[in-house]
Every structure is written in structure tokens, then in C-alpha cells.
């Protein structure tokens, strides 16, 4: 049972660094955390 948890932690991992390197190549201004947002009203 130990290696479907170490597999599926590292499964998790995996997905979540693909989506990060996908949205950084799919949106480069995504990265900036709303630096592009004005706060005028």
C-alpha cells in the first residue's frame, strides 16, 4: 500500500508542475500576479 501513496504524491506533483509550466507558456503575463491591474477607480 505504501507505493500507491508514494505513487500517487508524486502523480499529484507531476500534474501540478505540468499545469505551472503550461500556464506560464500559455499566459506569460499570468507569472505577474495582477502587477498589470490598475487601481484607479
Known amino acids: 500500500m505504501k507505493k500507491w501513496v508514494i505513487s500517487a504524491v508524486v502523480y499529484l506533483l507531476l500534474i501540478t508542475a505540468g499545469y ?4 506560464q507558456f500559455a499566459n506569460p503575463d499570468a507569472g ?10
Not at 20 to 23: H, I, L
Not at 32 to 41: D, N, P, Q, R
Open 20 to 23: 505551472v509550466v503550461y500556464a
Open 32 to 41: 505577474s500576479h495582477g502587477a498589470g491591474h490598475s487601481t484607479e477607480l
